[in-house]
């Protein structure tokens, strides 16, 4: 139901990102600075998930101020449909299961050859490499910043 016609007595909701509305219980203690650091951190966390199933050219992309419906786009490239869709699977699993982030919407996993997963303030874009030779994101997003993703020594 969307905020403007909420039933009297109804707990306040707010949109989400895009064009879904969905409940979100609004927080007085979250700031916008809150948001972008959990996104931030949601991202980091994605990227890091694709690359332990040995995923390339990892590209994080800051689109704040560019779009509305998301914060960050990784794109990351998997050498076969096979890899695309274990790196896929791998990021689904532990979003959910180490941030209880669930995907909204998952895209081309059964061709693998260009599969989308929305997160809402992240959305993941694994590739092969054909695929992202094909459609390259990085450069249609060119004016987004970009940030190549190094992961931290263990």
Request: aromatic share 8%.
């Amino acid at each position: 139901m969307r905020a403007d016609r909420a039933a009297p007595g109804a707990p306040p909701w707010r949109p989400c990102r895009g064009t879904f509305w969905y409940p979100r219980p609004i927080v007085a203690e979250e700031t916008n600075e809150d948001v972008t650091t959990a996104s931030l951190d949601l991202t980091l966390a994605a990227a890091g998930y694709a690359e332990s199933k040995n995923a390339r050219d990892i590209v994080i992309l800051d689109m704040r101020g560019l779009v509305t419906y998301t914060d960050y786009i990784v794109v990351c490239t998997g050498q076969t449909p096979r890899q695309t869709k274990a790196i896929a699977d791998e990021v689904r699993l532990q979003m959910k299961n180490q941030h209880g982030v669930i995907a909204r919407k998952v895209e081309g996993a059964r061709e693998g050859e260009w599969i989308l997963i929305d997160l809402l303030d992240v959305v993941v874009h694994v590739f092969t490499p054909e695929a992202r030779d094909f459609y390259r994101l990085d450069r249609l997003w060119r004016d987004a910043p970009r940030e190549d993703y190094v992961a931290a020594a263990s």
